[in-house]
């Protein structure tokens, strides 16, 4: 019998190993996972490359893991808010690598590399600062840049309802990065407020197909 | 002269944005726009962090964590709306849907490029969010922003200096002072606020503004 | 008010001019805008450039719409089927054109287009007929093909339900092209099973956001 | 020597697939091996057309038009199952999320090219429908066919005669004669039917077989 539900954090992140390319899902608070950057900071991985929409908030989350100085790169769209001082702090000493790409190429980037595509043309950047030393092309009257695809070792995302095979749904705004990310990484750990059992999530209305999912964690309503 | 504050300038924007409209409505001073949408004129307000229909501001008490919008405010969700992940949102922006955005900005162009994103200070944390996103896949860009800087500087240029966003994009231009129109031919000046004369504007705007008097002559 | 959906299927398609490139839903019969098609066929708009996974079964449909001599040029997966008469007939006499694509390249060919992609590099076809005269490159250590996107004039699917705003769900496999299709059409009409209120459809389960979709006409479940 | 029957083929298929894959089966005699996964073994099956979690085939009159595999069958779904668009139903192909599909075919070549499309012929009306997007896509390609054409020629080629469907890619054949491993040193037998001895095999086949055997000597 199939079963991707994992009965701990510590056990869903226990073979994660330093060097990895992690994407981290969540958009501001909502969707962060972070009850899996608990586990993945008391689990001690290091020289991580993170990907995730910003550069963590206050003190917790992944700006933890900055402050664990568990963290070599940075791949996000977002990092500077008013409480950012962890990453500003680890940025501005040169500890930390920064790759700023825009939050929708950020997206599609990703989905790419879950989709097997191999490279893009994106219109978003083309004249900018961030499309400097990037190969562009004009395709019928529009300016567009190359982009490649981000793979990665692991994903870390947070979802409302998963069950045994993997499938999972999510919570309002906090689906973002989530389903993208999921189909992104060679295995994907996902913290769930509730698992149910096999055929209660709607298959019209599941939202990630267990395919894309290794381990489920139950956190409850609080993480 | 009048200068308008803030709520004005997003009721003039608001004014623009007729029913059935897909809008996305950047971070700080364009959200005020949403306040100023006439009662029972039907605009669907999209988020990239993947929302569509976004209503209300929420009750104190009853914000959810999981309904923000990209400024990561607690918003509500209009009957009608739907959610989606992040890739399918920046399909909509990308893929010219959203009708309008409207974006605050530093500088503008004579040309409609726009810079918002990046002092380009060597010490600056740079950030960039889905301002590039929008800037080039909006159908129409529309910039909110204060005519002059702090130092009294005008914020249309004829290139920016500041780091780009988007080149080529905006096609409307709302200021404490006017609203212009981006055109292949320059920048055309289609409201003035009252008791300031377009000869005024002109001076303090420093570059070459186009209006009907001077289509004119 | 905004009340996208239209009184029949007359209306829906009226517009429709010749030589309009139309994606149409559908993998076989699941999916199929059977009554949009009947009214397109109706209408009489010639010189078209159709997109489907097929190239129509039996006499209905499709095929019917090849019969009536409405096409000009079909861009398709699999065209020849048991029961393809219609076309086989037209595409032997020279009548109609064939651009034959690789499935899911075909989708991600729409998918693009909805998404504002200038062009993408898949692994697809690679080192086929299909590939041939198309650019190619290596890309980490798999070989890609670019592939650019198909953008349409109108887009005809059929979906379950939908509302004023234009929002829809599908049915079973019916969804197939549906989602894709509406993304990457100027005009997107979606025959519906039924039109609900304003709020009956689950936020989280909306797969058509309304943005992509101009028209909406009821059916009912026959169609 | 006894052939394997189209049955047969398809339980030594379904033998090799392990509990948990994730698994597509090509139309025609792939479809066959989802009769022969054994009871309490989960294996999911995925349909190019939307679905992942295909069950039995439907009880006569239980059909539904709306729910049908890409071979336009109808079939059911497991609890568990999920519906999705074409897109996404590629990108878990293209994205190489499957564990294995499992293919007809006319040829397939000594360094694992397949061809299954397309005849060649001047006057066929080519069908490619998913069958690149498989060949390319899945981490395990198997394929299932016949030994020999109908009129005796080795179906195990040199080099493909007939259009690729794609290079490289196929890693197990399964015939009525015999296993065989795509290796990058060539094929390697790993099952025969009863009756029928490597040297015959490696007659009938044409193509340079190994064997364990021959690896040996």
């Known amino acids: 019998m199939i079963n991707k539900i994992v009965p701990s954090l510590e056990a869903a992140v226990a073979d994660i190993r330093d060097g990895s390319t992690i994407l981290i899902g969540g958009f501001g608070g909502a969707g962060m996972p972070s009850a899996l950057m608990s586990a993945l900071i008391a689990q001690g991985a290091k020289d991580l490359t993170v990907v995730n929409n910003n550069a963590g908030n206050g003190d917790t989350g992944l700006a933890a893991l900055i402050a664990a100085k568990q963290v070599r790169k940075i791949i996000c769209s977002f990092p500077r808010q008013a409480d950012s001082g962890h990453f500003d702090k680890a940025y501005r000493s040169g500890e930390l690598e920064l790759e700023l790409v825009p939050q929708g190429t950020l997206a599609e980037r990703i989905r790419a590399a879950g989709a097997g595509i191999g490279a893009f043309f994106t219109p978003t950047a083309f004249g900018t600062q961030l499309a400097e030393g990037k190969e562009t092309r004009r395709i019928g009257d529009r300016d567009y840049v190359l982009e490649l695809p981000i793979h990665a070792d692991y994903a870390l995302i947070k979802a409302d309802r998963g069950d045994r095979w993997g499938n999972l749904t999510y919570r309002m705004t906090a689906r973002n990065f989530g389903p993208i990310m999921a189909s992104a990484a060679k295995c994907t750990i996902a913290q769930v407020r509730e698992t149910v059992e096999l055929g209660e999530l709607d298959p019209e209305s599941v939202v990630t197909p267990g395919i894309f999912v290794k381990r489920v964690v139950k956190t409850g309503a609080a993480a | ?217």
């Open chain 2, 1 to 217: 002269m009048k200068k308008m504050d803030r709520n004005q300038m997003a009721a003039r924007v608001a004014q623009d944005i007729p029913e059935g409209a897909y809008v996305n409505l950047g971070i700080g001073l364009p959200t005020l726009v949403a306040n100023h949408i006439p009662q029972g004129r039907e605009v669907l307000l999209h988020s990239e962090n993947g929302v569509l229909g976004i209503g209300p501001a929420p009750a104190k008490g009853a914000e959810d964590d999981d309904l923000i919008n990209a400024g990561k405010q607690p918003v509500t969700l209009l009957a009608g709306g739907s959610y989606f992940h992040h890739a399918d949102s920046f399909a909509m922006i990308r893929g010219q849907h959203l009708d309008f955005c409207v974006l605050g900005a530093f500088q503008v162009s004579v040309a409609g490029d726009i810079a918002n994103w990046h002092t380009g200070a060597p010490d600056a944390i740079p950030a960039v969010g889905g301002a590039m996103d929008l800037a080039m896949g909006a159908k129409n860009v529309l910039v909110m922003m204060e005519h002059l800087t702090k130092s009294g500087e005008s914020k249309l240029v004829e290139y920016c200096t500041y780091p780009l966003t988007g080149a080529r994009c905006v096609s409307r231009v709302y200021t404490d002072l006017a609203v212009i129109d981006i055109k292949p031919d320059g920048m055309h000046v289609v409201d003035i606020v009252e008791g300031l004369d377009f000869a005024e504007l002109q001076r303090i705007s420093g570059v070459p503004l186009k209006y009907r008097e001077t289509a004119r002559a």
